[in-house]
């Protein structure tokens, strides 16, 4: 049944390519790749190691398992794929795969899936229906050897390439092999003094917080919204919406109005695990590619911590399981979480497979707060934003097409209505008065701004690391714009002084937006292993996984259109070889402390 499994993912394959626009000659490269590496592999095991190490009686169960595993590999292939826009690799679905179980995989099955899990069944009838005459050669070619022989020679020599080119067949149980294998680095090292912009001090003063004796404020609520995929070059441009929509997100931009509103405000990561890490503990994410994020055994304090809450809980529309820090926030207090799984209400209104409905995900949020007992520590986190921009239908219709960059404006516009929504609730219990609400862009969103990024993950531009971010709290905030830059380990430190919690000021990498701020930098790490550093004079330098080191003047050049060399030595050359070199290893420490603690 493996010749059927082959073309039946080829077709589904060249049917996304030809749906999403693709880009030819890589499509070409990936797919003739693809299926030399596959042929061969299969061509071999079934006419030597087959016939050479097991049983016949065992072989129609043999071949079963084999092509139900290739099945599997073809449906993660053609779901990434077609969420992505380009030939799956490696880096790209680390975020995705890497984080995600088989079962929740296998919670998201559509009707391709269940065409080639079908087939891949069918395997014991492959004789009666004539399927193992295909392909049915005792030898390949030898210029079929020696063109797999090539790509496995280029694989070798430019491994970088290698993911790319490889077959879904090999290309997926490498990843799972790299997400099992690849154990965490540096275990053993102590933490590192504070060399630059990157690792702390080992034992920090403890800085009280602004006023209070105790050191906690009792009777104050916390929510904190995150909000998917949202970028700030989009909230508020109204050249995206039909006229007279005005803008993507108008509840939002009112409240922008009446808060502490960032408007330098970048994600320290292009994915959700290590962004929603840094807006948690305040610290920088680790700059490798293995999740430190996601370890379920992760301690690392976070600000939740310090909060005198009565209860703690977290709603989101999403499968937790996929990319979210269960065993931080578990290990933290927040023992409540509610994903795609868990939430106990049944789907009335169109909904994508990936999540359940987001307005009725933002009601059960909604009914929550107006019932938990206080002080309560809420957190929302959205998905309608995230690709692939599900169509919530015609009432969200703000845009102007039907591009994806389009049904992601709506989506903004509905997850606006939900942020009012959850303000109304609060303004119904008569509570909002007493609640700091911190809302916060997890990362944005790319939509071919620059060659090849598309969604979040591929690239470390503007499109994909600035972000809104704001804190509304009218018992202690007067509107303010902040202008300078900031950063998602900022949101730990301001959050407690507003609260007027004490801490140790040094457990954060983070400064408190409330108190003088004196840094030269501000870090981010991105999925395909770029580091960025910020600077306050809109300068940005990257330091390539290549060891490249690009330079942008963002005040001349805001669209990142003028690539240049590091002048070598330079401030942020060094804040970014100071985070690579030192981040990691501090990250391992603070979690070895954190485990000491009973």
């Not at 006419?47 to 073809?74: E, G, H, Q, S, V």
């Not at 994909?464 to 509304?472: E, I, M, Q, R, T």
């Amino acid at each position: 049944m493996f010749p059927v499994l082959f073309i039946v993912s080829r077709i589904a394959m060249v049917s996304a390519a030809f749906a999403e626009g693709t880009d030819a000659l890589s499509f070409l490269l990936f797919i003739v790749s693809g299926g030399f590496l596959e042929i061969t592999i299969w061509h071999m095991s079934r006419t030597r190691l087959r016939a050479k190490f097991l049983n016949p009686a065992w072989a129609p169960a043999a071949d079963t398992l084999m092509n139900l595993f290739y099945a599997i590999a073809c449906m993660t292939d053609v779901r990434v794929f077609t969420a992505f826009r380009r030939p799956l690799d490696l880096m790209l679905v680390r975020e995705a795969v890497g984080a995600m179980p088989l079962t929740t995989m296998l919670s998201l099955v559509s009707a391709t899936d269940i065409v080639f899990l079908s087939l891949a069944l069918l395997t014991p009838l492959s004789g009666r229906l004539g399927v193992a005459q295909l392909f049915s050669t005792e030898r390949l070619p030898r210029a079929f050897y020696l063109t797999t022989a090539a790509l496995l020679t280029v694989a070798l020599f430019f491994g970088r390439w290698a993911p790319q080119i490889a077959a879904p067949g090999v290309r997926v149980p490498l990843l799972v092999a790299m997400n099992e294998l690849q154990g965490p680095s540096g275990l053993g090292a102590a933490v590192m003094k504070k060399t630059g912009e990157g690792a702390l001090t080992d034992e920090p003063a403890v800085t009280p917080g602004n006023g209070s004796n105790s050191g906690h404020a009792t009777k104050t609520n916390v929510i904190l919204i995150v909000l998917e995929s949202t970028g700030s070059r989009y909230i508020f441009d109204e050249k995206l919406t039909r006229k007279g929509q005005g803008v993507p997100m108008p509840f939002l931009h009112a409240l922008s109005q009446r808060s502490l509103y960032l408007s330098r405000h970048y994600a320290t990561a292009n994915s959700s695990p290590r962004a929603l890490f840094s807006i948690f503990t305040g610290l920088y994410p680790e700059p490798e590619p293995e999740f430190f994020s996601l370890r379920p055994s992760l301690k690392i304090k976070t600000w939740t911590s310090y909060l005198p809450s009565a209860l703690q809980f977290l709603v989101t529309p999403c499968a937790v399981e996929w990319y979210f820090p269960l065993g931080l926030l578990k290990n933290n207090g927040i023992t409540e979480i509610f994903g795609q799984s868990q939430l106990d209400f049944a789907e009335k209104r169109t909904h994508p497979a990936e999540a359940r409905n987001e307005e009725q995900t933002a009601d059960y949020f909604a009914a929550r707060i107006a019932e938990a007992p206080q002080p309560f520590f809420a957190t929302y986190i959205s998905f309608a934003p995230h690709y692939p921009y599900h169509d919530y239908g015609d009432r969200w219709h703000v845009s102007a097409g039907e591009t994806r960059l389009d049904r992601y404006v709506d989506n903004l516009r509905l997850l606006d209505a939900q942020i009012e929504k959850i303000f109304k609730a609060l303004e119904a219990r008569a509570v909002l008065q007493n609640t700091l609400i911190v809302i916060v862009g997890d990362h944005s969103e790319a939509f071919r701004q620059h060659k090849g990024n598309y969604i979040h993950s591929l690239h470390s531009y503007e499109e994909n690391l600035a972000v809104p971010a704001l804190f509304y709290y009218p018992a202690a905030i007067k509107p303010r714009r902040i202008d300078f830059l900031t950063s998602h380990v900022d949101i730990a430190p301001t959050v407690l002084d507003l609260l007027k919690v004490r801490y140790a000021a040094q457990s954060f990498q983070g400064v408190s937006l409330l108190r003088p701020v004196a840094r030269n930098h501000i870090l981010a790490y991105g999925n395909e292993e770029t580091i960025t550093a910020y600077s306050g004079d809109r300068s940005k330098t990257q330091l390539l996984r290549t060891g490249i080191c690009r330079e942008f003047d963002l005040l001349t050049d805001p669209a990142e259109q003028l690539r240049r060399d590091c002048v070598p030595e330079s401030a942020g050359l060094r804040a970014a070889m100071n985070y690579r070199d030192t981040q990691v290893s501090y990250l391992n420490a603070l979690q070895q402390k954190a485990a000491r603690v009973p």
